[in-house]
């Protein structure tokens, strides 16, 4: 019985079940129509239960490893069902092929089974044991840190100054442009909304102490550490993860380099010097977009608007909230260096520490300022 | 000559290629014929990297072209290089798997792609090519658990996954053992000889040039071309050209 199809093989089966099977194949047996082939060859042994099976590949004209792997499988299958299995006219190209397939390999088992999702309670441990073991980490990083740093305080000319002059471009003189439209837009924002409500009371006027005070308290301080833990603190991570995955830190290592000092240090003074800057930049141009409001929105002049400001802030205010940018400048550049010190494998790792690095950031920052929150309540009063 | 077959089936054709004003190679034309080792040799900077990069169609020429198969690669719209592509096989200098998979579903991301095959039948084919590899068990384990010379097996592995018909390799054998790079070697061999796979290979690797190469180029910076084509043992011999004879006898020039 003939079979014909539209593939790039033809398939001749003779035979009757008990007794031989004739199978010709002709044409190319290739990857593009292994499915079919596999499905054609096997049923041969399958549905039509022959005495013996003897195929004939005198008429292929070629033959990639999936074909060769479909004569084995048919060959493994017919020997598993008793039928004896004979293949013919294999030119000696193909049959180079046949030998370097390794019959074996195709029944054997993966060395280690695919993994499987531990129980629930092995993967809180799993868990907890990672998060202690970060914590850990991160104590021992500031605690080098810290000691790197006061050793470059005694010793100021150890400090990469060239290298803290291109982080503070980096993360502070680059960064201004962003820093500058986001607060100019928050504080339109915060204005306008405000002065919706107070408009009621007639109390326009006040939208410049709630600018104000907002923005110098709170907001300046955080609006800008979470605008440099995403452009900076993920770049630190990156740019150390890589250096890591590259030998580049082990190298630095066998140089007699202490890789803390060399490449921590400078990024974590840097930002020490341009973040408080930054915020100092974030407080004028959020109170630079209430002016904005206030003169276009709410009648007020120039003059009243910016002695408004001058009367509800404080000297005091001002300086912690530069206070409170140093801390979230050494939290951001610190936990960036060191989830770039962290990374092992290769680009994924790399991926993993940078995502770790803004997020233990803005987490960070948000538990210092509740902390600041807090003391300075009792500091005020 | 080493290969009784002389049908080219990879034709490159007054190729100059240029990164931005600097040119790296100034008309270079060669074939390479079904079913050989072809080998492209030269020092360090001598556009070897950048041949290959043109000759898989990563980087358009600056003038000239590369047929493969009867087609033109530089002119080919997406859909023919698509197609192409899918018969082209590259092992990388860095063997470039990806890290956040396993082998097994390195070698099987080609074969998702290029084909409609069920699971089941791409897990037994990627078993098949593991196993052509001698890694047969290893598949649910990730690249960085393997030593250098399994990962670059398992390249090959990947790189042979849709039964290329063109295999080229860069610097394979680069940071590996000697035990190792002669274990490749003979992979390799049966491979080309098993397969019938045409190869194209750039390297420096003086041991794995006598050991596979059947026809080679030369190709040196000062001339940014080629400086000498035959058979490795005829350029060692019969070669008059200073450069080539400290190529091949490991002199400083």
């Keep these: 019985m003939p079979e014909m199809n539209h593939r790039g093989y033809r398939l001749h089966v003779e035979g009757a079940p008990g007794a031989q099977a004739a199978v010709r194949l002709e044409g190319r047996l290739a990857l593009e129509d292994l499915k079919a082939l596999m499905a054609d060859l096997q049923a041969v042994p399958v549905k039509m239960k022959p005495r013996e099976i003897a195929v004939d590949v005198a008429g292929v004209e070629y033959l990639d490893s999936a074909g060769a792997m479909a004569l084995i499988e048919m060959e493994n299958l017919s020997r598993s069902l008793g039928i004896p299995f004979e293949l013919l006219g294999v030119s000696e190209k193909d049959h180079g092929l046949l030998c370097l397939i390794d019959r074996e390999a195709l029944q054997r088992p993966p060395l280690r089974p695919e993994s499987e999702r531990p129980a629930i309670v092995v993967r809180l441990g799993e868990v907890a044991r990672r998060q202690y073991r970060d914590v850990l980490e991160i104590m021992t990083f500031v605690g080098e840190l810290v000691a790197a740093l006061a050793y470059c305080l005694v010793h100021p000319r150890s400090i990469r100054w060239e290298e803290v002059k291109f982080y503070m471009k980096r993360a502070g003189a680059d960064g201004l442009p962003i820093v500058a439209l986001i607060s100019l837009l928050l504080g339109l924002i915060m204005a306008f909304m405000s002065s919706l409500q107070l408009k009621q009371f007639g109390a326009n006027l006040y939208v410049a102490n709630l600018v104000t005070i907002a923005m110098v308290r709170e907001l300046g301080p955080i609006m800008t550490a979470i605008l440099v833990a995403g452009r900076s603190g993920s770049a630190f991570a990156a740019e150390i993860g890589t250096m890591v995955v590259n030998d580049e830190v082990n190298a630095l290592v066998t140089m007699g380099f202490d890789p803390i000092r060399f490449l921590a240090v400078p990024k974590v003074l840097a930002a020490m010097v341009v973040v408080p800057i930054l915020t100092v930049y974030a407080d004028f141009f959020a109170i630079l977009g209430g002016l904005i409001v206030g003169i276009t929105g709410l009648d007020l002049t120039a003059f009243t608007y910016i002695q408004q400001t001058k009367s509800s802030i404080r000297v005091f205010d001002f300086a912690t909230s530069l206070v409170k940018a140093v801390v979230f400048a050494m939290l951001i550049s610190g936990i960036g260096c060191q989830r770039g010190f962290q990374v092992r494998g290769g680009a994924e790792g790399v991926g993993m520490s940078t995502t770790s690095a803004v997020v233990s950031a803005i987490f960070l920052i948000i538990v210092a300022d509740s902390a600041f929150a807090i003391m300075l309540h009792y500091v005020r009063h | ?253």
């Excluded at chain 2, 470039?96 to 290029?114: C, I, R």
């Excluded at chain 2, 060692?236 to 004879?245: A, L, M, Q, Y």
């Design chain 2, 1 to 253: 000559m080493a290969s009784s077959n002389t049908e080219p089936v990879i034709i490159v054709e007054g190729l100059t290629a240029r990164y931005g004003e600097v040119t790296i190679l100034q008309d270079v034309s060669f074939e390479v014929y079904r079913g050989e080792r072809f080998m492209i040799l030269g020092g360090s900077g001598c556009g070897k990297s950048t041949l290959l990069k043109h000759m898989i169609g990563l980087i358009k020429p600056h003038a000239g072209r590369v047929v493969i198969d009867g087609v033109d690669i530089t002119r080919a719209d997406e859909e023919t290089l698509h197609r192409v592509r899918s018969r082209i096989g590259v092992l990388f200098q860095a063997d470039a798997l990806f890290g956040s998979m396993s082998l097994a579903e390195n070698v099987s991301l080609p074969l998702a792609e290029y084909t409609d095959l069920p699971p089941e039948l791409i897990r037994e084919i990627v078993r098949m090519k593991l196993g052509l590899v001698n890694l047969a068990g290893y598949d649910n384990h990730m690249p960085s658990e393997l030593s250098g010379g399994m990962r670059k097996r398992a390249g090959l592995a990947r790189a042979m996954a849709l039964d290329p018909t063109f295999l080229f390799y860069d610097e394979p054998w680069a940071g590996l053992d000697p035990v190792t790079a002669a274990e490749l070697d003979i992979l390799i061999r049966s491979l080309n000889e098993g397969i019938g796979t045409t190869m194209v290979f750039v390297t420096q690797e003086l041991a794995s040039i006598f050991s596979l190469g059947q026809r080679v180029i030369m190709l040196h910076k000062d001339v940014k071309g080629i400086i000498a084509r035959g058979t490795p043992q005829e350029l060692r011999e019969t070669s008059s050209d200073p450069r080539v004879n400290h190529f091949f006898n490991r002199q400083a020039d």
